[in-house]
């Protein structure tokens, strides 16, 4: 019989709060029987507290040692750069260099040449962090930078704000719908709650930097004279995305008796 109930209920809510926002805007107080059936929205809002660093490492040549090597030096230039940064070993991710080696149309011959890959990531809490790393690795040439992410460090404990809004929201509307027919919110028969993507996470990636890495590639130009070459001053990188507010929401369906 419960089991019946519980049914009766889902597909209650299911028909008087589709699943389209516009549509449930103006439905989302219902009477079924000696059931309140009720929807409300929570938000939580948050400055991000964590940026990602993605780096990628890639490293190109005949000799399979040789390339190896490069690879892990590389991976190495950047852990000790992030380390002189204040970062600790928990904070960085550098996985395993991965070995692709490229053949002719003949398999069986020696390989034509070897690329070894990899990827550092980085966790930083401290945002004035960002710009000495992101700057040092390209000025050095150390590897690709790939990414850089803004978010919370703490996804869940947002949520559940976000929830706890919703529901605060959904009983007080119930309280607020039945005081007028001087009738009490009893227990909640059904739940149902939708979580949204958090929104307003910063992000920059690689194509943002294309035309940083390029111009300081040619650092090199003549000089008024014709005669003899001038040193350029490599550009400073492009300003970091500022981080900006998170926001989590949510959304709940319930059930509650009427007594």
């Known amino acids: 019989m419960r089991g019946n109930l519980f049914s009766f209920l889902f597909a209650a809510l299911c028909l008087f709060f589709p699943a389209n926002p516009a549509v449930a805007q103006n439905t989302d107080i219902k ?27 890639s490293a190109q040549d005949k000799e399979l040692k040789q390339t190896y090597d490069r690879a892990s030096q590389s991976m190495q230039r950047i852990i000790s750069l992030a380390e002189k940064n204040g970062l600790t070993k928990e904070d960085l991710s550098s996985g395993v260099l991965t070995v692709r080696p490229y053949y002719d149309s003949d398999k069986r011959k020696r390989a034509k040449y ?3 890959q990899g990827q550092v990531t980085m966790k930083i809490r401290d945002f ?39 529901m605060r929201r959904a009983v007080g509307r119930a309280n607020a719908a039945l005081e007028q ?9 059904f739940a149902n709650l939708d979580v949204k ?23 090199v130009e003549v000089s008024a004279g014709g005669a003899g070459y001038a040193q350029k001053t490599p550009p400073p990188p492009p300003p970091l995305p500022q981080p900006e507010k998170i926001t989590v929401s949510a959304t709940v369906q319930c059930a509650f008796q009427i007594q």
Do not use: C, H, N, W
Request: glycine share 6%; aromatic share 8%; charged share 25%.
């Open 181 to 189: 027919k001087g009738q009490k919110v009893g227990a909640l028969r």
């Open 197 to 219: 993507q958090l929104a307003g996470v910063s992000r920059m990636d690689v194509y943002q930097m294309a035309q940083f890495r390029t111009a300081v590639t040619q650092t």
């Open 128 to 166: 004035s962090k960002l710009g000495p790393i992101l700057e040092g690795s390209i000025q050095d040439g150390i590897t690709d930078f790939r990414s850089l992410t803004y978010s919370l460090s703490d996804e869940e404990a947002a949520k559940k704000k976000a929830v706890a809004e919703a």
């Open 114 to 116: 070897y690329i070894v």
């Open 31 to 57: 009477f079924i029987a000696d059931t309140l059936v009720i929807q409300a929205d929570g938000t939580y809002e948050a400055d991000p507290d964590l940026a990602t660093l993605t780096f990628d490492i």
